[in-house]
C-alpha cells in the first residue's frame, strides 16, 4: 500500500498501537491549524471589548491552546509526547463572521509530526472562547478546524487548498 493509504494506527490484525517512530531521522516539523467560533455581533463586541465577565477572554484561550498543545499526548490516544519548542496561539476578531479566528503553529525537532498539538491548541482556544462567552450567547458555533499546513518529515510539506 502506498504512504497516505492506510491508517498508520492500526497493525495487521486490525489492533491500535501506537507507531514506531524509533528508526525515523529527527526533523524540523512545523504545522499550522486554525478554527473559528462564529458568534452575535454583540457577543464579539462583548469581547473585543474587555467587558465579558469572566474576564479576558483572548488571553486566557491564548494561554488554555497553548496548555492544551503541551497536553495532546494525554488527550488524543496513541499520540507520542513530544518536546515542542513552540507553540503560538493567536486569536483575532472577525467582524465578517461574525467572530473569531483561532490560528495555532506548533514547531518540534522530532521525530514525529506536530499537526495533533497545533489542531488541539486550536480546538482547546475555540472552546474556552465559548466557556467563556457562554452565558451572553450559547448559539456560539466552533467550526471549520483544520490543518492549515505543515512542513518536514518522510512526508513532505503539505498546504490546504486555497491557502
Known amino acids: 500500500m502506498a504512504q497516505g493509504t492506510r491508517l498508520t494506527h492500526i497493525d495487521a490484525s486490525g489492533d491500535a498501537n501506537m507507531v514506531d517512530v524509533s528508526d525515523k531521522a529527527a526533523t524540523k516539523r512545523i504545522a ?3 478554527g473559528t467560533v462564529e458568534m452575535r455581533p454583540e457577543t464579539l463586541e462583548l469581547i473585543v ?10 488571553g ?3 494561554v488554555a491552546g497553548i496548555m492544551a498543545a503541551k497536553r495532546t499526548h494525554e488527550l488524543i490516544p496513541l499520540c507520542h509526547p513530544l518536546a515542542l519548542s513552540k507553540i ?4 483575532e476578531p472577525d467582524p465578517a463572521l ?3 479566528r483561532v490560528t ?3 514547531h518540534v525537532t522530532g521525530q514525529t509530526g506536530v ?7 486550536v480546538s482547546v482556544a475555540c472552546l474556552t ?30 498546504r490546504a487548498d486555497g491557502v
Open 49 to 58: 471589548s474587555g467587558n465579558a465577565k469572566k474576564g479576558d477572554v483572548f
Open 98 to 100: 461574525p467572530g473569531v
Open 32 to 34: 499550522v491549524a486554525e
Open 104 to 106: 495555532a503553529e506548533a
Open 129 to 158: 472562547v465559548y466557556d467563556m462567552a457562554k452565558a451572553v450567547d450559547r448559539g456560539m458555533r466552533i467550526g471549520n478546524v483544520r490543518l492549515v499546513a505543515k512542513s518536514g518529515g518522510a512526508s513532505g510539506d503539505y
Open 60 to 62: 486566557v484561550a491564548k
Open 115 to 121: 499537526e495533533m498539538e497545533a489542531l488541539t491548541a
Open 88 to 91: 503560538s496561539v493567536t486569536l
